[in-house]
């Protein structure tokens, strides 16, 4: 009788219980269920933010109205910097915000940049622009909506179909 087969047992058992194609399922649920959890998240921590801005878009623009006025609002979270850290900043119609941030001690350093840049749609006034940072790390950037974006329904425009 032969040792052999009592030495290589436990491999062959393990290799027949760990399956690769088993591990990357529980992996891939694992995963969505933390994105479900993200977004629920998302959506009862911030609420007028997220909702206002799915709900009211104007032609794909986070449009949301207030006493009367529509306006168009950007919410950025930069919680995770100082004020002092934050640039916003327009070229044209881009409109860039950025931060960031630095520290060093003994034996470690850390560097933390934050960079988002959109196009105004067209018509918005790049000097109307406004931002507010509130205490819970929330960056707001508002301009007042030009009338030709304020639309019930957008126009329809059929397209001729060329035969060949």
């Not at 959890?37 to 949301?64: A, D, K, L, S």
């Not at 350093?109 to 819970?136: I, M």
Request: net charge negative.
């Amino acid at each position: 009788m032969s040792l052999l087969p009592l030495l290589l047992e436990p491999f062959v058992e393990e290799r027949a219980v760990r399956d690769p194609w088993t591990e990357m399922r529980r992996d891939m649920d694992r995963m969505n269920r933390q994105m479900h959890q993200m977004y629920h998240h998302m959506f009862q921590n911030y609420p007028g933010q997220v909702r206002g801005m799915q709900e009211n878009h104007c032609q794909n623009y986070p449009i949301v109205e207030e006493d009367g006025n529509k306006k168009l609002r950007y919410v950025f979270d930069v919680h995770q910097f100082k004020p002092e850290e934050l640039d916003v900043k327009t070229k044209g119609n881009l409109v860039t915000v950025e931060a960031k941030h630095e520290e060093s001690g003994e034996g470690r350093s850390l560097f933390r940049q934050y960079s988002r840049t959109f196009t105004l749609p067209e018509g918005v006034e790049p000097k109307s622009l406004t931002s507010a940072l509130r205490p819970d790390g929330l960056l707001t950037l508002e301009a007042p909506v030009p009338e030709n974006m304020i639309e019930d329904k957008p126009k329809e425009r059929k397209i001729a179909i060329q035969h060949t």
